[in-house]
Nanobody, 120 residues
Framework: QVQLVESGGGLVQAGGSLRLSCVAS????????MGWYRQAPGKQRELVAS???????NYADSVKDRFTISRDNAKNTVYLQMNSLKPEDTAVYYC??????????????WGQGTQVTVSS
């Protein structure tokens, strides 16, 4: 199984920046896709950005040109650099990993979430 631990959330003014980190640990064969999701109060969880083990990225339209996802495969870590933050970016941000277990069975894991609050 994979355990994910996020860090880097906090309170920032509109226009500011934050960098989220997520470290994966545990027993697994390979982590395929890692991603960041967010959930604002009263809303459904949504994909923010994802990155494959080869470095291909995908972004929600609302964060394109402001957020950058990156990954260090050697450290099993994924990052989310968030610039030009807006109040509507306020949410709990969750890390997700799509991985192959030791038995080569596909599975996914979620972190506990980190709060990002952007004040106007």
């Amino acid at each position: 199984q994979v355990q994910l631990v996020e860090s880097g959330g906090g309170l920032v003014q509109a226009g500011g920046s934050l960098r989220l980190s997520c470290v994966a640990s545990g027993m697994f064969f390979r982590i395929n896709v890692m991603g960041w999701y967010r959930q604002a109060p009263g809303k459904q969880r949504e994909l923010v950005a994802s990155i494959t083990s080869g470095g291909s990225t995908n972004y929600a339209d609302s964060v394109k040109d402001r957020f950058t996802i990156s990954r260090d495969n050697a450290k099993n870590t994924v990052y989310l650099q968030m610039n030009s933050l807006k109040p509507e970016d306020t949410a709990v941000y969750y890390c997700n990993a799509d991985f192959l277990g030791l038995g080569l069975r596909k599975n996914d894991a979620w972190g506990q979430g980190t709060q990002v609050t952007v004040s106007s």
